[in-house]
């Protein structure tokens, strides 16, 4: 069973920075593709960022440019770096760990979010 943590949610004025850290733990055998999700008031959870294990990165058009999704694999860790954050950005940010078993089953694991609040 993989655990996964996340940390480094706030309050941060419109075109302020905030870094969210995610931390996956427990009985590891795998990670594949880790990465951010959000999710905003009467709104469906949307992915934000991804990155692969060789750390293939995508994006949702909406962060282009301006949030950065970075791992660490010995650490088993992601991190998202927000930049120039709008009103708009402000919603519960998930983490996603997919990983395999010992069997090489694929499975993830979520985390219990983080709130990121964007407002002057």
């Known amino acids: 069973q993989v655990q996964v943590a996340e940390s480094g949610g706030g309050l941060v004025q419109p075109g302020g920075s905030l870094r969210l850290s995610c931390a996956a733990s427990g009985t590891i055998f795998s990670i594949d593709t880790m990465a951010w999700y959000r999710q905003a008031p009467k709104n469906q959870r949307e992915l934000v960022a991804s990155?692969?294990?060789?750390?293939?990165?995508n994006y949702a058009n909406s962060v282009q440019g301006r949030f950065t999704i970075s791992r660490d694999n010995a650490k088993n860790t992601v991190d998202l770096q927000m930049s120039g954050l709008k009103p708009e950005d402000t919603a519960v940010y998930y983490c996603?760990?997919?990983?395999?078993?010992?069997?090489?089953?694929?499975?993830?694991?979520w985390g219990q979010g983080t709130q990121v609040t964007v407002s002057s």
């Open positions: 990155i692969t294990k060789s750390g293939t990165t």
């Open positions: 996603k760990v997919n990983s395999r078993d010992a069997l090489n089953r694929p499975d993830f694991s």
